[in-house]
């Protein structure tokens, strides 16, 4: 009988505290949050709990949000006794993430990330854009090229502000609150849900492709299915992190898998002198600026990703060494390897059955294997949802960051008591890629998704720029040629504008006009800190509910 009314002591205990916490909140008024103490419980990443790869601390807090926390502090340790330290560092641990990521995990890391849905959906419509076999195929090494370019750039960045968060940190500490403020609103409200969606999308059309052979599948079963994949993410990345990185490891063999079949069916194809779509391959080549701006936003939706490991730099081991060498290694490999399964596509199709196939690996399974086509749609549908599940966590992570940073609801910057998992921040994340995935279609999805992300990017970039040309004496173990950053810059400057110049969308003005909303919500919200009183109220039932509390942000 007592276990059935007290299944877990340790729960008992934690809800006590809770109790005793909201009632000391509401006699002192102090705080407008539930603050646990870490008393009885493990500490986030103490050697009972092992290593938590979530969880990492900024060395640069608002003061503001530090006064409040240590005022809170004080306040409790003199009401539990009267002998307490007064200093709030004193008696709890200054955690940091352990450098467990070498250069095997780093490629690793890029590589998995990079090699999701893009190369089984983006095929079809950069050939739409492009015209051709032979300028399709320029543009996917064009892609690759630029995307090295980047991840160039990205790692002196990440050589001289040695810290994780990847573009929200860098924008913080180089132009300061209110640009990465509005990148951290745009990215976690649309960027990031945005790309999630799109993932999950595909990973639904591969998955209910078996079910509706020799027709197209209904939009409500793909929605349906994306739905339930993006409900299953967050309920594995709620309760434990290793579980989520255990899936998304064994997930990435099944891609490999997946390529390496289409590869070498290709080059046997080829052996067999299956070459008609190279003759002529230039022949019906567009050469529109705005044609090409849009070809590109779908060719470097297959390299989404490359900047992935600038989001771990605190977790790398010897980061100066390891982050340049992961990126030259990893993308140079992705782009040869997406060469190779894009021959094949054309070896196996002509260019117009590749236009009409809805799901360009499943059409060259079913010319190629026959009978066992399915296990080309078996293996894309666990290849895209290990690569959602990666696009899940770091999405999650830069809604924790960016709420850590003062820039979002303190709710998102809090942790599950016993999961030790961000799962405000996850919730979120899920339920504005619901918004997306009922609201819109992949090719939508990307086309947006690229021309937020390229400005973000650009706007990096102009920031490495500034620091070697005005702080060129900062401390910095690698140094990228500085014409490498400027054609990535004119790159960006290239994709937001020439879309808008030769096609223009009315959507594109919908998001720009979004993210420059942003500027409505920073100055009352976060500049002046003028929040309703409700929504004290909020957080602490929303805490009680969650059962979640405020993570620590002392670091020396």
Not at 103 to 124: D, K, N, R, Y
Not at 389 to 399: K, L
């Amino acid at each position: 009988m007592r276990s059935l009314f007290y299944p877990s002591l340790k729960k008992l205990k934690l809800d006590v505290k809770i109790c005793s916490a909201l009632f000391a909140l509401s006699s002192n008024g102090s705080g407008g949050q539930i603050v646990v103490k870490n008393q009885g419980l493990p500490c986030l990443g103490s050697p009972e709990e092992g290593p938590n790869p979530v969880f990492w601390y900024s060395s640069q807090q608002k003061a503001d949000r530090d006064h409040q926390g240590q005022s809170t502090m004080r306040r409790r340790q003199t009401s539990d006794s009267p002998h307490s330290s007064a200093d709030p560092s004193e008696g709890r641990e200054k955690l940091r993430l352990k450098q467990e990521v070498g250069l095997i995990s780093g490629v690793s890391l890029i590589a998995g990330t990079m090699i999701g849905s893009g190369i089984f959906m983006s095929p079809e419509w950069v050939l739409h854009h492009m015209g051709s076999p032979a300028s399709s195929l320029l543009m996917w090494a064009a892609c690759g090229l630029l995307a090295t370019f980047g991840a160039l750039s990205y790692a002196e960045l990440g050589t001289v502000i040695k810290e994780s968060g990847g573009e929200y940190i860098y924008i913080l500490r180089i132009f300061g609150s209110f640009p990465a403020f509005l990148f951290a609103y745009t990215s976690v409200i649309l960027v990031r849900p945005a790309g999630l969606a799109a993932v999950c999308l595909s990973f639904a059309e591969y998955a209910v492709a078996p079910f509706y052979q020799g027709c197209s599948s209904p939009q409500v079963v793909i929605k349906c299915t994306a739905a339930a994949c993006i409900l299953v993410l967050t309920i594995i990345n709620c309760l434990n992190v290793r579980l989520a990185m255990s899936v998304m490891n064994v997930f990435t063999a099944a891609k490999l898998l997946a390529l390496l079949v289409i590869v070498v069916g290709g080059l046997v194809l080829l052996a067999n002198g299956q070459t008609q779509s190279f003759q002529n391959a230039f022949q019906g080549t567009n050469a529109g600026i705005g044609t090409i701006g849009v070809a590109f936003y779908q060719g470097l939706w297959s390299y989404d990703g490359w900047n992935n490991l600038n989001y771990v730099t605190e977790e790398l081991k010897n980061p100066e060494v390891t982050l340049p060498r992961a990126v030259m290694i990893a993308i140079p490999l992705v782009t040869c390897l997406y060469l190779l399964v894009n021959i094949s596509y054309f070896a196996a199709m002509a260019p117009s059955e590749l236009l009409t196939s809805g799901a360009v690996a499943v059409t060259w399974g079913n010319k190629v294997l026959g009978n066992w086509a399915w296990i080309i749609s078996l293996s894309v549908a666990l290849s895209t949802f290990g690569s959602s599940n990666g696009t899940f966590f770091s999405g999650g992570r830069v809604c924790y960051i960016a709420a850590r940073e003062g820039h979002m609801p303190d709710i998102l910057s809090m942790a599950h008591v016993r999961c030790l998992t961000p799962s405000p921040a996850l919730l979120f994340t899920s339920a504005m890629s619901l918004i997306m995935i009922i609201s819109g279609n992949f090719t939508s999805i990307v086309t947006y998704f690229s021309f937020i992300a390229w400005f973000f990017y650009g706007m990096t970039i102009s920031g490495l720029l500034y620091l070697k040309i005005k702080k060129p004496d900062l401390p910095r173990s690698y140094k990228v040629p500085i014409v490498i950053p400027i054609v990535v810059l004119m790159a960006a400057v290239y994709l937001v504008l020439a879309p808008i110049i030769d096609q223009p969308h009315i959507e594109i003005l919908y998001v720009a006009l979004f993210v420059f909303s942003g500027v409505v919500l920073y100055f009352p919200l976060v500049r002046f800190k003028c929040q309703p009183r409700f929504l004290q109220r909020v957080t602490l039932h929303l805490q009680l509910f969650l059962e979640v509390a405020p993570t620590s942000s002392d670091v020396n």
